[in-house]
């Protein structure tokens, strides 16, 4: 069975830290990995998407993926309170598979 | 701006009496998934029309179908819900399944 796996917090941090976040992966073929955002209430918001290993940056926001570790995360430089969300990792294995959520990690940005 | 849109944003319905949620799209997407999410955990995926190919989830109870008339609709039907139907139904869409998908605000479901 594919799995998604994160840490589910609360992880806390100082206005103006880096917040990491992290994901594992079952699956080993998977090619497509994506971060949302999701506030209380609302919905899931795409943040960034990565398939290839290395680093993606977009802004506050930078993507790792580690395929041979089977290791997806995501970094918030200087963070905010208004990052205060859950952020939701997914994955998409081979073949175009549904995607499987990984069961979220609550992000506290305390000012 | 192209979105996805979901109707209404909340619902309220009686136990057992039949409830509809609708979806509409202006991206002119392929894919058009439904989740369920409850408080505190992940979206679960109930089903997904590629075109109109349905694909159901094998642990998706008879109670929910779904209808897509043409590319820009898709309907949640919850035919007799139950008090464990309560929950936050988001509707997302993709070009195709490998994609990243864009949801919509989604639906607040109470079942009294």
């Known amino acids: 069975q594919k799995e998604v796996e994160q840490n589910s917090g609360p992880l806390s941090v100082p206005e103006g830290a880096i917040a990491s976040l992290n994901c594992t992966y079952s699956?080993?073929?998977?090619?497509?990995f994506f971060w949302y955002r999701q506030y209380s209430g609302k919905s899931p918001e795409l943040i960034m998407s990565i398939y290839s290993n290395g680093d993606k940056e977009d802004g506050r926001f930078t993507a790792q993926l580690n395929k041979a570790s089977q290791y997806v995360s995501l970094l918030i430089r200087d963070s905010q309170p208004s990052d205060s969300a859950t952020y939701l990792c997914a994955v998409i294995g081979d073949y175009g598979q549904n995607f499987v959520f990984g069961p979220g990690t609550r992000l506290s940005v305390l000012p | 701006d192209a979105m996805v849109i979901q109707n209404p944003r909340y619902q309220v319905t009686q136990f057992g009496k039949p409830v509809t949620l609708s979806c509409s799209q202006t991206l002119n997407h392929n894919v058009m998934y439904w989740y369920q999410q409850k408080s505190s955990q992940a979206p679960k995926l109930l089903f997904h029309y590629y075109d109109k190919d349905f694909n159901n989830e094998a642990d998706t109870p008879d109670n929910f179908q779904s209808r897509r008339p043409n590319t820009s609709f898709c309907f949640l039907d919850i035919r007799s819900p139950g008090l464990g139907d309560a929950a936050m139904y988001l509707c997302a869409t993709s070009k195709a399944r490998n994609n990243e998908q864009f949801f919509g605000p989604g639906t607040r479901l109470t079942v009294l």
């Open positions: 699956d080993r073929g998977s090619q497509s």
